[in-house]
């Protein structure tokens, strides 16, 4: 991270860790649906520790829900120092896109292949928290 990323006190920007966040998920999203994906939702965010200027900062994307044509995406956000080596994790969110067709519709998505009791608990978990989206779409 660079100083233009932060402020004064050389913290990076939440906005600046939220926008490689999302730009890491979109992919994830992409690769898995293999079409255009747009942002509908980024859940509560809490950041655990700050991000320096100078510090690495490392995101891993993990598909967790597969709707019929919304997904959601697990962002991990870690910060690393270059120097010590020692890596922090600054926060992670749950990111939902859409696919989109060639004119710009929702469309659907491959589903999500799970193979592992622990891809299982985590798309289970990860459904009801876009039955709780919903219902409070829903609710208006």
């Known amino acids: ?34 079409r255009p994906c747009v942002t509908v939702a980024i859940d509560s965010v809490s950041f655990h520790s700050p991000v320096h200027v100078g510090q690495l900062l490392s995101l891993h994307a993990t598909m967790s829900y597969v709707g019929r044509t919304s997904m959601e995406v ?8 270059p120097i010590g080596g020692v890596i922090t994790h600054t926060n992670s969110a749950y990111f939902v896109f859409v696919a989109l067709d060639a004119n710009g519709v929702a469309t659907s998505v491959p589903p999500l292949e799970l193979e592992t009791d622990e891809e299982r608990a985590r798309f289970a978990e990860a459904k009801a928290r876009q039955a709780a989206r919903v219902a409070r779409a829903a609710k208006g």
């Open 1 to 34: 991270m660079l100083p233009a990323h932060a402020n004064p006190l050389g913290n990076v920007h939440g906005g600046v860790i939220l926008m490689v966040a999302d730009e890491a998920a979109a992919i994830c999203a992409m690769r898995h649906a293999q």
């Open 74 to 81: 697990r962002v991990d956000v870690h910060a690393e120092d």
